[in-house]
């Protein structure tokens, strides 16, 4: 199984970015799909879950400004990020969980955002 995750980079407050995670070598279907970030110095938190039906749930400090979404057909989650402030500035790691099965967990992507 491999989480192969992209997107991230260096941008202004006020910038957008798009994160991509997609899963290859997974048999089953794919049940919950998590975006989480890890700030310097802090502990890992949750941003982002959509279930398999299409149902998701935010951290406040995100809401209004994320969305997240998926492509079932590419086994693939995304986060839509707008309106991006410093404290947005973390690594950004995904989290896929099949069906009846363990999670797994992306390699992480950098996010800067400078002011």
């Known amino acids: 199984v491999q989480l192969q995750a992209s997107g991230g980079g260096l941008v202004q407050a006020g910038g957008s970015l798009r994160l991509s995670c997609a899963a290859s070598g997974i048999i089953s279907s794919i049940n919950d799909m998590a975006w989480y970030r890890q700030p310097p110095g802090k502990q890992r938190e949750l941003v982002a879950i959509?279930?398999?039906?299409?149902?998701?749930n935010y951290a406040d400090s995100v809401k209004g400004r994320f969305t997240i979404s998926r492509d079932n057909a590419k086994n693939t989650v995304y986060l839509q990020m707008n309106s991006l402030k410093p404290e947005d500035t973390a690594v950004y790691y995904c989290k896929v969980t099949p069906w009846g099965r363990s999670a797994y967990w992306g390699q992480g992507t950098q996010v800067t955002v400078s002011s």
């Open positions: 959509i279930t398999s039906s299409g149902n998701t």
